[in-house]
């Protein structure tokens, strides 16, 4: 666990998914004299980038690379122009005569934390580019002839971190609710002696659990109502994407995590036991499912394991709906991995209270 | 009239008054056996129940009372060999709409109101509402409970708790109740107002099964039988068993039997 802690904790982001579409044609050997073996300017830059920070994706269609980009399969892509070293040539050496070469960006701003890496990334190698270059061209690398054109595909570039943590939150905190109550309640029904009670009525074990989700359901929807209410009033958050399909989500994390809380409530005996189950659940969950930090920011070695938490996925589909305004088509295997989680965990539990030794 | 023993077999020539239908079985036990890992909790027990019994598995701490009570109730699953309950294989879940359940805790909602748990209770075996209504207010006044229908359960005594537990137990009308040590714990006054309870019940026709281990109290069942390490070791009616050992009460009746078996 403080291993787990220990790396998770204040890593750098890493492997964002980069889309570089690269239409910079330079120029040729001999061309210009300050310049014997041409430039490639695209090039250069994209040499200076972090291939740590940034995992990069060669595309050769601009159109596509956006694509990529709205899809939620890149966080960002970037476009060099066609003319881009002779623009940059030109506007330095004929300063005035043409506007500066521009880079173009191509944003999902819904994760400000991706959104500062990225921008920090790509200033910065061009800086480094411009300063190899300054003794030869005579420029100074302050002045940047080179535009770097922001568009955000979604979230405006407005995003703040309470954007992007209230849909987490109110994932988390449905996760750490449901799980929490349903252990001490089976638990206390185990103990006072009522679930057998109730398992010598003609109930079937599977109708047990089923009333106990669908009250769970009524608990988890007014719940993420309170939480969204307040992070609307309170923090002034725009959802995007629809409020029905959000509570969807929640109620699938509501009854997959009812189950995990059956399951575990076998496992001990009183309450007290029942309290050690919630390190067990809460530090996986806040540090592998990208509740504070993009799971990008995890040691690449440690990703792996968030895909088997399944508040990673409730989290993204909420982030999804929320700052992206994503529907049921886009956020479908979220969806599938959530209902899949909570059949085998309600499956799990009827089969547990079917159990006789 | 006088029969012999359909069950018994081990306690010999003793027979029995026909205070109740002894017609119509309701529990039939064959060659029942549960093992935990080495430890054998009942053996080979062979046990009928019929209508309007009340029946007393006795034995001290231990003996495999509880165990059967459970097994009967598809709680625990039988080792070896088979129970029956009005004529059908357990387990069978149809069949517990007809079974009421009193567990050895008291096995109630605390945080809840009395009316409440009825409420509850009733509703998990399908009454309808006005049923459930009616059915509450005749629980109420059975356990003399009326005056303390809106109170928490956390509230009440323990004796009101135990009274509870068995309204809860009685609200859908079985046919056949298990008690599980209804009397544990419970003071004298409260014990001789439960003994009235279940002499009620098995005028009406219902099957009442309790274990216990007080002796003393077991001369309230029709009939006995008396569990020692799992193993059945005397049937019959506890004025019958006093006469065949001689003794005055059951507890000397236990004694002077479980001598007599070691030997």
Redesign the interface.
């Known amino acids: 666990m403080i291993l787990i802690f220990g790396y998770t904790f204040g890593g750098d982001v890493q492997g964002i998914a980069l889309e570089m579409v690269n239409e910079d044609t330079g120029i040729p050997q001999g061309s210009l004299p300050q310049l014997p073996d041409g430039l490639f300017l695209a090039n250069d830059i994209t040499e200076n980038l972090n291939e740590e920070i940034l995992s990069i994706h060669i595309n050769s269609d601009s159109a596509d690379a956006r694509q990529c980009v709205h899809d939620g399969k890149a966080w960002v892509a970037i476009v060099y122009p066609e003319n881009f070293t002779q623009n940059f040539l030109t506007a330095v050496l004929q300063p005035g005569t043409i506007p500066q070469p521009t880079i173009e960006l191509y944003l999902d701003g819904t994760n400000p934390t991706i959104v500062a890496a990225v921008l920090k990334e790509i200033t910065g190698a061009i800086q480094n580019t411009l300063s190899e270059l300054s003794a030869t061209l005579n420029i100074t690398e302050t002045s940047m002839p080179i535009t770097v054109e922001q568009v955000y595909v979604y979230g405006g570039g407005e995003t703040r971190f309470i954007d992007y943590f209230a849909p987490g939150v109110v994932s988390f905190a449905i996760m750490m609710v449901t799980t929490m109550i349903t252990i001490i309640l089976f638990v206390n029904e185990r103990r006072n002696g009522t679930l057998q009670r109730l398992l010598v009525t003609p109930a079937s074990e599977a109708e047990i659990v089923v009333g106990y989700a669908l009250a769970f359901a009524v608990i988890g929807i007014i719940q993420s109502i309170v939480v969204l209410l307040a992070a609307i009033v309170l923090f002034d958050i725009a959802i995007v994407g629809n409020i029905l399909l959000a509570l969807l989500v929640i109620l699938l994390l509501a009854f997959g995590h009812q189950g995990l809380g059956i399951l575990l409530s076998a496992g001990a005996k009183n309450e007290l036991q029942a309290i050690q189950f919630i390190p067990l659940i809460l530090f996986p969950s806040i540090l592998l499912a990208g509740l504070f930090w993009p799971i990008e920011s995890i040691p690449s070695y440690l990703q792996p394991l968030s895909y088997i938490i399944p508040l990673r996925y409730g989290i993204d589909a909420e982030r999804a709906i929320m700052l992206r305004g994503w529907g049921f088509g886009e956020i479908w295997i979220d969806l599938l991995a959530l209902v899949l989680f909570a059949v085998l965990t309600l499956s799990a539990s009827v089969l547990l209270l079917k159990r006789k030794i | 009239m006088k029969v012999t023993c359909p069950s018994c077999g081990l306690v010999g020539k003793v027979t029995f008054e026909h205070v109740y239908d002894a017609s119509t079985k309701v529990v039939e036990i064959r060659n029942l056996t549960k093992t935990?890992g080495r430890f054998t909790a009942v053996e080979a027990l062979n046990l009928t129940i019929f209508k309007g019994e009340i029946y007393g598995l006795l034995g001290p701490n231990g003996s495999g009372k509880s165990t059967i009570i459970k097994m009967l109730?598809?709680?625990?699953?039988p080792s070896k060999g088979s129970a029956e309950i009005f004529g059908q294989q357990l387990p069978c879940?149809?069949m517990?709409?007809k079974?009421g359940?009193m567990?050895?805790?008291?096995?109630?909602?605390?945080e809840n109101t009395v009316h409440e748990n009825l409420q509850f209770?009733g509703g998990?075996?399908?009454l309808p509402k006005d049923t459930l209504e009616k059915k509450e207010q005749e629980m109420l006044r059975f356990v003399n409970l009326q005056d303390w229908r809106d109170s928490l359960v956390s509230t009440l005594s323990g004796g009101m708790r135990h009274r509870l537990s068995l309204a809860?137990?009685l609200i859908h009308e079985p046919s056949l109740v298990f008690l599980d040590e209804p009397t544990v714990g419970v003071d004298p006054e409260l014990r001789a107002l439960f003994w009235g309870y279940f002499g009620s019940l098995a005028e009406k026709g219902v099957t009442v099964i309790i274990t216990t281990h007080y002796m003393d109290e077991a001369d309230h069942c029709s009939r006995v039988g008396l569990l020692r390490k799992g193993r059945l070791i005397a049937e019959g009616r506890p004025t019958d068993l006093k006469e065949q050992t001689q003794t005055q009460s059951l507890e000397q009746a236990f004694l002077s039997l479980t001598r007599g078996n070691e030997t």
Do not use: E, N
Not at chain 2, 73 to 77: I, Q
Not at chain 2, 103 to 110: E, K, R, S, V
């Open positions: 935990f109730c598809g709680l625990l699953r879940k149809p517990m709409q079974v359940y567990p050895q805790d008291t096995a109630i909602y605390l209770f998990v075996y399908g809860c137990a």
